[in-house]
């Protein structure tokens, strides 16, 4: 039974991170990326807190929103 509890947390995280990222992506330029990390779970991630997304999160990277924000009119 813990395997369960542990997978429904887990796909909550995930949704939570996901809703997060879509919203975020609506009023940005950057794109937005769910991440998975082992103690936390899923979480998003603005790309424009970081010049380059560093490898040890790149190869974390799970799903991508692009930023729906453009400059070009």
């Known amino acids: 039974m813990t395997t369960l ?3 429904e947390s887990n796909s ?3 949704f939570e991170a996901l809703a997060t990222a879509e919203r975020r992506a609506l009023h940005s330029f950057f ?3 769910i991440i998975e990390d082992k103690r936390l779970g ?3 991630l603005d790309e424009g ?4 997304l560093p490898a040890y999160l790149a ?3 799970v799903h991508t929103i692009h930023g729906a924000m453009s400059d070009e009119f």
Do not use: E, I, K, T
């Open 42 to 44: 899923y979480f998003a």
């Open 31 to 33: 794109d937005q990326h």
């Open 59 to 61: 190869a974390r990277v």
């Open 49 to 52: 807190d970081y010049n380059a």
């Open 12 to 14: 909550n995280s995930y």
């Open 5 to 7: 509890g542990n997978l």
